[in-house]
DNA sequence: GCAATTTGACCAAT
DNA sequence: ATTGGTCAAATTGC
């Protein structure tokens, strides 16, 4: 009898690692619920806790890694066929973030698989508190060159006490929060230039909050888009929006209000899941003081939340960028997904809709794939 | 006229 | 020296 996981290698050696990274954070999940479920605290050890959110994390990150980011000739395609799809609309945008709270001491944490490298999967990348000055590269540099261990790359870095929080989305959605745009520079090893903003109400109420856009895909629009510094304004914020497809980043002024519904006129938003990572380190506030929406969570909380958002997930839950509230899920080992229980579950449509996508044989079943 | 955006220059981290 | 992030004067739009 074929064994059940037969059917993997016959697959492409991306898909295949990919496919393998994921079975691999299901399982580093199992082993997160369990300490969960053994410590009603939560007091764990923040040590052993921050290796295995490193560990899921890590793999999420080596999964996108490889399905399109680190692949610089190659695209993401989105669905183009509702029965491929199971519901999927080929003009629905999706998001992608991932968030994990990064405990490492280091000012260059820059996480990445250097392009040379993109397919030697790297799963402790995260555990980077032991690991301070180990700097990878994500850079789909063509020249592919190397990055010495213990080295850093010159112009690399992250400032310190900060967090940041990444998302990488189809469309460009409004956080509820007003910037202004401040500045705008050409990256290196990026054909598009990276937007800067920060809080409108900086001078008047010293909200430190920032975050930057730039596109990574053309075609289809992919945006990667970090927040940072959380708000202390205390403007209300506005209602969700939606900026509708803009081939620049630097455009945001098309936007179209919706309600909780995730419905934009007669268009559903349905971005399929959220994967958020975050950046923090020692100076990261407590998890209290993120709900209270006044600063990020720390890492000797447990925060790893991911979360998945569908269709019927209030929107204020997609793009909340003070990630209050976030449903969240962790995947069980039969490739399903069960509601984390600090968390309030998906509707079983959603989970539905996860399960299919994940469960299934092939990359046509993901919200994208690899062309 | 005011506010937002653009863009070159400057600063800081490595 | 290189690069990313921010500043601030100039420009643009309402």
């Known amino acids: 009898m074929e064994s059940p996981t037969a059917w993997v290698e016959s697959l492409p050696v991306n898909r295949k690692k990919a496919i393998h990274e994921l ?124 990055i010495i261990p213990g080295k850093t790359k010159r112009g690399c870095y992250k400032r310190k006490n900060s967090w940041a929080s990444t998302q990488i989305t189809s469309i ?38 920032t975050k930057q856009v730039q596109m990574i895909e053309d075609e289809p629009p992919l945006y990667k888009i970090t927040y940072m510094k959380s708000h202390t304004c205390k403007n209300l914020q506005r209602a969700p929006q939606i900026i509708l497809d803009s081939p620049d980043p630097r455009d945001t002024s098309i936007l179209v209000n919706f309600g909780a519904k995730g419905i934009t006129g007669n268009k559903q938003v349905n971005p399929l899941f959220h994967i958020m990572k975050h950046e923090s380190e020692d100076s990261s506030p407590s998890l209290s003081n993120w709900r209270d929406n006044k600063s990020t969570p720390s890492t000797n909380c447990l925060s790893l939340d991911l979360f998945a958002v569908g269709s019927q997930v209030p929107l204020e839950s997609v793009s909340n960028s003070k990630g209050l ?47």
């Not at 999706?94 to 993109?118: M, V, W």
């Not at 460009?172 to 937007?195: C, F, M, N, V």
């Not at 399960?355 to 079943?365: E, I, L």
Request: net charge negative; with cysteine; proline share 2%.
């Open 325 to 371: 509230d976030h449903e969240a899920f962790l995947w069980s080992k039969h490739g399903n997904m069960t509601s984390s229980g600090t968390y309030s579950s998906m509707a079983s449509t959603q989970w539905h809709e996860m399960d299919h996508m994940f469960g299934s044989n092939d990359f046509n079943d993901f919200p994208f794939s690899v062309l």
């Open 23 to 146: 079975t691999q954070g299901q399982e580093w999940t199992d082993k997160l619920r369990e300490i969960l479920r053994g410590s009603e605290n939560i007091e764990c050890d923040p040590i052993s806790l921050d290796g295995i959110v490193g560990q899921i994390m890590g793999m999420f990150d080596n999964t996108l890694t490889i399905i399109g980011s680190c692949s610089s000739n190659k695209t993401i395609k989105f669905p183009t066929n509702m029965d491929e799809q199971n519901s999927m609309k080929s003009d629905e945008p999706f998001q992608l973030q991932t968030r994990c709270l990064d405990s490492s001491r280091s000012s260059g944490e820059h996480k990445s698989t250097n392009c040379s490298e993109s397919l030697r999967l790297q799963t402790n990348y995260l555990d980077s508190s032991h690991s301070s000055n180990e700097q990878k590269s994500r850079t789909c540099d063509e020249s592919s060159r190397m």
């Open 172 to 209: 460009l959605t409004d956080d509820g929060h007003a910037w202004r745009k401040y500045g705008q520079k050409k990256i290196l090893e990026s054909k598009h230039e990276r937007s800067y903003y920060r809080c409108t109400y900086k001078v008047d109420q010293g909200c430190q909050a």
